[in-house]
């Protein structure tokens, strides 16, 4: 278990890193009287792409929070649809995972009813060549 604690925080220190690399590259983008049309809408194009790049690391700062919370809380590596045991290979590959394969699987068939979907660092799908 402290193995993959440490893997949450590293992530954690991670995502805030490169938030704070991102923010401070921001600042010095083009400023008020330099700059053409073209620096502005790729300035623009920028700041927009950050902003969405901040939203996905706020969803998955959340998510490894909450991960953090239920190894404090001894919940850690449940299921929280079936309430069966998560893997071990399936935690260390994807510790803020809240969903047994099964019961992931299942909800990617029926995708995105009530569900915010988990922002994966790896691929956790099959090789069966199907699309």
Do not use: H, W
């Not at 938030?19 to 809408?41: M, N, Q, V």
């Not at 850690?76 to 803020?96: M, N, Q, T």
């Amino acid at each position: 278990m402290e193995e993959i604690k440490q893997k949450l925080l590293d992530m954690q220190k991670s995502i805030l890193a490169d938030l704070e690399s991102d923010r401070d590259r921001s600042k010095t983008a083009i400023s008020g009287d330099i700059g053409d049309d073209i620096d502005y809408a790729n300035e623009d194009r920028n700041r927009e792409l950050y902003q969405l790049l901040c939203e996905r690391d706020q969803i998955k700062l959340e998510q490894i929070r909450e991960a953090l919370d239920a190894i404090e809380d001894k919940t850690y590596g449940v299921c929280e649809d079936c309430g069966a045991k998560i893997g071990k290979k399936r935690l260390i590959a994807l510790p803020f995972t809240k969903l047994c394969i099964e019961c992931k699987n299942e909800e990617e068939r029926t995708k995105g009813i009530g569900k915010m979907p988990e922002i994966t660092t790896s691929y956790t799908g099959s090789d069966t060549g199907e699309l």
